[in-house]
């Protein structure tokens, strides 16, 4: 029993000091790999949840809000990618913003009545769905050139 008890203590106390030596010594090709797998989780959800309905729009904003979280959290110490950590904090994060907006306006149109003031509020929400739609455009392009630039950045040798 006592030799179990001994194992029960060293594979941890192992586990934590491989680790923390690891983070250590983490390079920029690791924390680079680290970015990118994160940014990579949130770019995949927004194609994979291109043009869905509202209950569908409503929660990739909430589910880009955690990718944002999530790559706020990445400790990072390389200073350029620290950079890029917060422009793709800020993408993400408008991103799902406008994804939301854009959620709520069609959930509005859904509610519409057949009506003057229903039709006031659907070319309402249309404006504002366009608006978001232009938003997303814009960051899209923004998401784009930050991620050639971590690319080129994250290729180069140390």
């Given at each position: 029993?006592?030799?179990?008890?001994?194992?029960?203590?060293?594979?941890?106390?192992?586990?934590?000091?491989?680790?923390?030596?690891?983070?250590?010594?983490?390079?920029?090709?690791?924390?680079?790999?680290?970015?990118?797998?994160?940014?990579?989780?949130g770019t995949s959800?927004?194609?994979?949840?291109?043009g869905t309905q509202?209950?569908?729009?409503?929660?990739?904003?909430?589910?880009?809000?955690?990718?944002?979280?999530?790559?706020?959290?990445?400790?990072?110490?390389?200073?350029?990618?620290?950079?890029?950590?917060?422009?793709?904090?800020?993408?993400?994060?408008?991103?799902?913003?406008?994804?939301?907006?854009?959620?709520?306006?069609?959930?509005?149109?859904?509610?519409?009545?057949?009506?003057?003031?229903?039709?006031?509020?659907?070319?309402?929400?249309?404006?504002?769905?366009?608006?978001?739609?232009?938003?997303?455009?814009?960051?899209?392009?923004?998401?784009?050139?930050?991620?050639?630039?971590?690319?080129?950045?994250?290729?180069?040798?140390?």
């Open positions: 029993m006592s030799v179990l008890r001994k194992y029960t203590v060293i594979a941890p106390v192992s586990l934590s000091i491989a680790l923390f030596i690891t983070s250590c010594t983490e390079n920029k090709v690791s924390q680079c790999q680290r970015l990118i797998r994160v940014v990579n989780a959800l927004i194609d994979k949840n291109k509202v209950i569908t729009s409503i929660q990739l904003s909430k589910d880009l809000e955690f990718v944002t979280k999530s790559i706020r959290e990445l400790n990072l110490k390389d200073p350029k990618l620290k950079e890029f950590q917060s422009g793709f904090v800020k993408i993400f994060e408008n991103l799902s913003q406008a994804i939301a907006k854009a959620g709520r306006a069609l959930g509005a149109t859904k509610t519409a009545e057949a009506s003057t003031s229903g039709r006031e509020k659907i070319q309402k929400a249309r404006a504002e769905i366009d608006s978001a739609l232009t938003t997303a455009t814009t960051i899209g392009k923004q998401s784009d050139t930050l991620v050639n630039q971590m690319n080129k950045y994250c290729s180069q040798p140390e």
